[in-house]
């Protein structure tokens, strides 16, 4: 049985960079996905509003378990977008 993972599941915290927000996710197979939002993010809006629920796009990554990135960002992501793209990595 898959289990859908969604925006939902995300764990919100404080950026290391003041002000921003970052989500992250636990995918399994060493992934994991990071989800930020703020001034200098490429999200929507532009800003340091320190909760997701008031941005209307995010600057998503996926890392392996050595921390690198496996592929560039993605700007502007939605939820919806985020979703879709947590569909594929749900176990």
Do not use: R
Request: net charge negative.
């Amino acid at each position: 049985i898959k289990v859908m993972k969604t925006f939902e599941d995300i764990n919100w915290k404080k950026h290391k960079i003041p002000g921003a927000i970052q989500g992250t996710l636990h995918l399994g197979d060493g992934f994991e996905i990071s989800v930020v939002a703020g001034e200098f993010m490429y999200c929507f809006p532009k800003e340091n509003l320190g909760n997701p629920d008031l941005h209307s796009s995010f600057e998503v990554a996926i890392f392996n378990n050595d921390g690198d990135m496996i592929d560039d960002p993605l700007g502007w992501q939605s939820k919806n977008d985020i979703n879709a793209l947590l569909s594929n990595y749900s176990s």
